[in-house]
């Protein structure tokens, strides 16, 4: 089947479904546009007569050729800002519906949450994982989607429009795959994993994680049989991440870590952090004070690797009684100089 049909009937599916109200990728209507245009003949409009000559002249690579005109006066007024408005309403869901989902495991604090996951009544589980499952669907789907019509537009246009604007998506965290919340999503699942009877391990399945390697990660396998990895390394203490926050960069980082990084005290926490505090692996500034807490994955090491979680939860907790102690030792200093 097309991926056209498939996403209609993925969206048809929908209508029924509690994600209704929910942005999605304009797909029809967009290869609409793409269709007029082709139908319309190619914007040589826009390409220059010097472009065009140099065109002429090698013909021979006529294949390979890629126009690098600006923009297509048919599409792109439309088209690009469009998807970026799509991309970001279907984010904003995305997340605001995870991070919905995961509270009501997470908030009443890990052991009560794990003897909630025993006791719930089965139906409140099924509705959970039932859930989190339609979420995961929902931003796959639209992402595959985004993908395919960018892939559309510069097959069209035989541009590189379309491939430029996916970086830009990527760089202004828009890529829905890279959301700290799938990831969570993710966790959340392999939490569930041993709990339930494996009623849901199909789907399940299209998660796993290997937390021993040397380098840790989780796997998810999308639909379309993509393979998406995560790595859970912690960049500045290089071991697998503790008590792990997501940058708004997408950068995980253990707490302690990223406190260093952000040159706060763990006990003021990332909101703490100056607006120029910059991310230590990418650079960019700003990216602290809507870090995201990852309590699924926290959970997920703290079950399968339990003696290095508590080795790290001795070591986090020794950090912040030693900052907490040079800090008053420090302000005592000052009363008694004053
Ligand atoms: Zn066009
Ligand atoms: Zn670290
Ligand atoms: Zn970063």
């Known amino acids: 089947m097309k991926f056209g049909e498939t996403f209609m009937e993925y969206l048809h599916g929908e209508q029924e479904g509690c994600l209704d109200k929910c942005a999605h990728v304009e797909y029809k209507r967009l290869k609409k ?3 007029k245009c082709r139908s319309q003949g190619p914007p040589s409009t826009s390409c220059n007569d010097e472009q065009q000559q140099e065109r002429d002249s090698e013909q021979n690579h006529s294949l390979s050729q890629v126009c690098h005109c600006k923009s297509c006066p048919l599409c792109d007024q439309m088209f690009f800002s469009e998807l970026m408005r799509e991309a970001s309403d279907i984010a904003g869901c995305f997340s605001s ?9 997470v908030a009443r604090g890990m052991q009560r949450y794990k003897l909630r996951l025993r006791q719930c009544f089965k139906n409140d589980q099924q509705i959970m994982v039932e859930e989190g499952r339609m979420l995961i669907e929902y931003v796959t789907m639209n992402a595959i989607a985004i993908r395919k019509i960018l892939k559309k537009y510069d097959k069209v246009h035989s541009s590189i429009n379309g491939k430029n604007f ?7 965290h828009m890529e829905l795959l890279q959301s700290p919340w799938l990831i969570e999503l993710g966790a959340f699942y392999l939490n569930f994993d041993g709990i339930d009877g494996g009623e849901f391990s199909e789907f399940c399945s299209r998660f796993s994680c290997d937390l021993r390697a040397t ?3 989780m796997t998810l396998m999308l639909p379309n049989y993509t393979k998406l990895e995560y790595g859970l390394t912690c960049a500045i203490c290089l071991e697998m991440v503790f008590n792990p926050y997501a940058l708004s960069c997408g950068h995980l980082f253990c707490k302690l870590c990223a406190c260093l990084a952000a ?4 006990v003021e926490g990332l909101k703490a952090a100056s607006s120029n505090a910059k991310c ?3 650079r960019e500034a700003g990216v602290y004070t809507n870090a995201v807490h990852m309590l699924e994955l926290d959970l997920l090491v703290k079950r399968r690797c339990k003696e290095l979680w ?9 950090e912040t009684v030693k900052q907490t102690r040079e800090y008053w030792d420090l302000q005592t200093k000052y009363a008694i100089g004053y």
Do not use: G, W
């Open 97 to 105: 519906r995870v991070r919905h989902l995961l509270h009501l495991h």
């Open 310 to 318: 508590k080795e790290r939860m001795v070591a986090e907790r020794a």
């Open 33 to 35: 546009v793409l269709k």
């Open 263 to 266: 040159s706060v005290l763990v």
């Open 215 to 217: 380098e840790p990660v």
């Open 166 to 172: 996916k970086s830009k998506m990527r760089s202004e």
């Open 280 to 282: 230590p692996v990418c």
